[in-house]
Each structure stands twice: as C-alpha cells, then as structure tokens.
C-alpha cells in the first residue's frame, strides 16, 4: 500500500524558514516524479513544485519561485520543501502527491496523495 | 493561465452533469494532459482523471473525462449522494501544473 506521510508543518513568523518533509513508502520511490501541491484554508487547490525522479527537472509555481526548494533523497524515500521568506500568503495545508507514471524525465501529474501538514505563517 | 471551472452545479441523483474545464491562454487539448481531482470535505484530493481520458483503478466507472468545445470536460453519469464534493481539473503548462478554480457538486 502506497503511504504519503508529510511533516515539519507549523507556526513561523513572516520572513522565517520551514521545512517540509514527506516520508514515502509503498512503492518504488526512487521511480517516481513527485509533488507538493497546497490548500489555504477555504481556498481551492494550488500546485506548489514537482521533481523528477532523478531531479535533473524541477519546476515551481510563480507564487513560490525564488524561496521554495523542492528536493528528495531517493535513499531515504524522502521529498523535501524548504520553504524561506515565508509569508502569511503561504498559510496552507501542504500536500505531498507521488506521480502517477513510472520513469521518465519529468514530473506527471499526481495520482496518490498524501494527508498533509498544515503551515501557518503568522 | 488561469483555469476556470463552474463555481457550482446541481445535479438529480442518478442524474447526469457535465463539469467543463476552460484556460485564458486558448483551447484546452489533449497536449494540456487535462486531469481531474475529486476533494470532500476534510479529506484529501483523490485524482479521478488523467490525461484527459484515462481512468485509474479506484475511479468509479460513472466518471469520464473528454474534450468539449475547447475545454476539457468531466462527466459523472448516474449521480450518487457520496458524489458531492469539490471538483478541481488541472493543466499542465510546459514545466507548471495550474489548477481549476473548482466546481462544488451538489447531488440533490
């Protein structure tokens, strides 16, 4: 069974620094594009950065480019999000989603995610 | 791009209801990889769709996605009461993924 678990969420101040991270488990991870995806509170979905497997690709959004750092460790199955100049913006519940195709060079769109952690900048 | 979804629907249960799935920057195709994401309250996404068509294992077989005039379009066929929830679609734009604005269904 494919397990998504996310952590490092909290209260931070406005300019500080978080990280996030996502502990994988389930599925060959190292094989995998993946995703950080967030949701303010009462808000729709947002997509936050993706990785290829290998993370020769990375991609984020413009709301976060320049202060987010996605990342992985493929032998520990662990995505990462390093998070700096946080702003109150940023308050969300961030998501972890695993790619939904095997291989490749790239970050294909999610199929499993996980249950999130919640970040409150303030 | 900004991606525009109805904000609301109505459908009977057992009935039928078409979500549409449109972009600012042209015609949604298939090179935009159209996925589909259900989302109930206090729980985590669940991708229905993806690439525009193509269903995953969990998805309920009275879910379909396509290309309808320009846009990318989920259909739920035969609607339940457990269908009602939030419905994002997303795109992918090169090297970034947008998500819908969301379409909250009401099975009434």
């Known amino acids: 069974e494919v397990q998504l678990v996310e952590s490092g969420g909290g209260l931070v101040e406005p300019g500080r620094s978080l990280r996030l991270s996502c502990a994988a488990s389930?599925?060959?991870?190292?094989?995998?594009?993946m995703h950080w995806v967030r949701q303010a509170p009462g808000k729709g979905l947002e997509w936050v950065s993706g990785?290829?497997?290998?993370?020769?690709?990375?991609g984020y959004a413009d709301s976060v480019k320049g202060r987010f750092i996605i990342s992985r460790d493929n032998a520990k199955n662990s995505l990462y999000l390093q998070m700096n100049s946080l702003s109150t913006d940023d308050t969300a519940l961030y998501y972890c989603?695993?790619?939904?195709?095997?291989?490749?060079?790239?970050?294909?769109?999610?199929?499993?995610w996980g249950q999130g952690t919640t970040v409150r900048v303030s | 791009a900004v991606v525009t979804q109805e904000p609301s629907l109505t459908v009977s249960p057992g009935g039928t209801v078409t979500l549409t799935c449109g972009s600012s920057?042209?015609?949604?195709?298939?090179?935009?990889?159209p996925y589909w994401f259900q989302q109930k309250p206090g729980q985590a996404p669940r991708t229905l769709i993806y690439?525009?068509?193509r269903k995953h294992s969990w998805t309920p077989a009275r879910f379909s996605g396509s290309l309808l005039g320009g846009k990318a379009a989920l259909t739920l066929s035969g609607a339940q009461p457990g269908d009602e929830a939030y419905y994002y679609c997303?795109?992918?734009?090169?090297?970034?993924?947008?998500f819908g604005t969301g379409t909250e269904v009401t099975v009434l």
């Open positions: 389930g599925f060959p991870f190292h094989n995998y594009g």
């Open positions: 990785i290829s497997r290998n993370s020769g690709q990375t």
């Open positions: 920057s042209g015609p949604v195709a298939s090179n935009l990889y």
């Open positions: 690439d525009t068509s």
């Open positions: 997303m795109l992918f734009f090169g090297d970034t993924f947008v």
């Open positions: 989603a695993k790619a939904w195709k095997e291989g490749g060079d790239s970050y294909f769109g999610m199929d499993l």
